[in-house]
């Protein structure tokens, strides 16, 4: 069983701009000294942010982060910003869960 959880929100073009700025700028100083980075200016697959680990990027597009923390079953948390025209951005973000068992379906319950 696979849960899922989407969110959407429509950005004015501003914030998308500052969004992507995060990815390059934001993202790279504060977890520039944590563990597993090879790049301290940009994040590759495999690095590890916090308590997350990058599965994949597309610079500017989206950010797929696998959940290291102790939790009963596995995450999966996806950014992905849309253009949608001169002035407005997309912000989706998807959090996929697998539950392990009933304390997996109440920490999902819990959490959304």
């Known amino acids: 069983m696979v849960l899922c959880r989407v969110a959407r929100v429509f950005l004015p073009a501003v914030a998308g701009v500052l969004l992507r ?44 982060l696998l959940a290291e923390m102790k939790v009963p079953g596995v995450a999966i948390l996806d950014f992905q910003l ?14 996929w869960f697998v539950p392990r068992g009933l304390p997996g379906l109440l920490y999902w319950w819990v959490v959304t």
């Open 82 to 95: 849309t253009p949608e025209g001169p002035d407005r951005t997309r912000l989706t973000q998807t959090a």
């Open 21 to 64: 700025q995060i990815h390059h700028d934001a993202v790279a100083q504060q977890f520039r000294h944590q563990r597993g980075r090879r790049d301290p200016d940009q994040v590759h697959g495999g690095d590890a942010l916090d308590f997350w680990r990058v599965l994949a990027v597309q610079p500017n597009q989206r950010l797929r």
